[in-house]
């Protein structure tokens, strides 16, 4: 079965350090990947998104993902992480095939001063 | 302001009893998207739209309805049958279909009295 997997329920980092956020996917193919974030009591709002070409994608706030055909993996990451990165972020997948959004169970980003 | 609007933000449902969430868009997008969000489980596809007059089942389908006779709108309904409706339910809307970034609504807690 397709499906998204985020290893990490919850991280807490240091303000100021850097911030990887894991990302796995169970696809026949490769999908289409995004990465999501939310503010407590918010909708989602999208940071990126990869769909082919450059592995390495630069979004908005700051961060990046890089796209690892061989690790079925799609991590993001941010060099410094700032106190309003708290939040939880979503990874998300799709084949293209059919109207909809398979999503990871979410990780929440806790951000310590 | 271009985006959507989910209305209300906190909603309480008595047991046998049916109750409305409202979201609408203007952004003229096409398809247009509900899914139900409980903790520590991401997000999943209630039911989806790609045009007016039409909607398809998502993953989560049973216990709930919709209706898309306007383009900006995609009301959901909450049926009795669904047993255990307490969640968080986000509405969002995209341009031609799932290739494109998902715009979400702020959300309304459905909470059971």
């Known amino acids: 079965a397709q499906s998204v997997t985020q290893p990490d329920i919850h991280i807490t980092v240091s303000e100021g350090a850097s911030l990887e956020l894991r990302c796995n996917y169970s696809y026949g193919a490769t999908p289409y990947l995004f990465w999501y974030v939310q503010s407590p009591g918010q909708g989602l709002q999208l940071l990126l998104k990869y769909f082919s070409g450059d592995t390495l994608v630069q979004g908005i706030k700051g961060f990046e993902a890089e796209f690892k055909r061989s690790q079925s993996s799609f991590n993001l990451r941010k060099p410094s992480v700032h106190w309003s990165d708290a939040a939880e972020y979503f990874c998300?997948?799709?084949?293209?095939?059919?109207?909809?959004?398979?999503f990871g169970t979410g990780t929440r980003l806790q951000v310590t001063l | 302001d271009g985006g959507i609007t989910q209305s209300p933000k906190y909603l309480f449902r008595k047991e046998g009893q049916n109750v409305t969430l409202s979201c609408e868009q203007n952004?003229?997008?096409?398809?247009m998207y509900w899914y139900r969000q409980d903790p520590g489980q991401g997000l999943r596809l209630i039911y989806y739209s790609q045009i007016v007059n039409d909607f398809q089942k998502g993953d989560i389908a049973e216990g709930y309805s919709v209706s898309r006779e306007k383009k900006e709108s995609f009301p959901l309904t909450v049926t009795s049958a669904q047993k255990n409706p307490t969640a968080f339910y986000l509405c969002?809307?995209?341009?031609?279909?799932?290739?494109?970034?998902?715009?979400f609504g702020s959300g309304t807690q459905l909470s059971v009295l």
């Open positions: 952004l003229n997008h096409d398809a």
């Open positions: 998300a997948a799709n084949t293209g095939t059919a109207s909809k959004l398979t």
């Open positions: 969002a809307s995209s341009e031609t279909g799932i290739r494109e970034k998902l715009f």
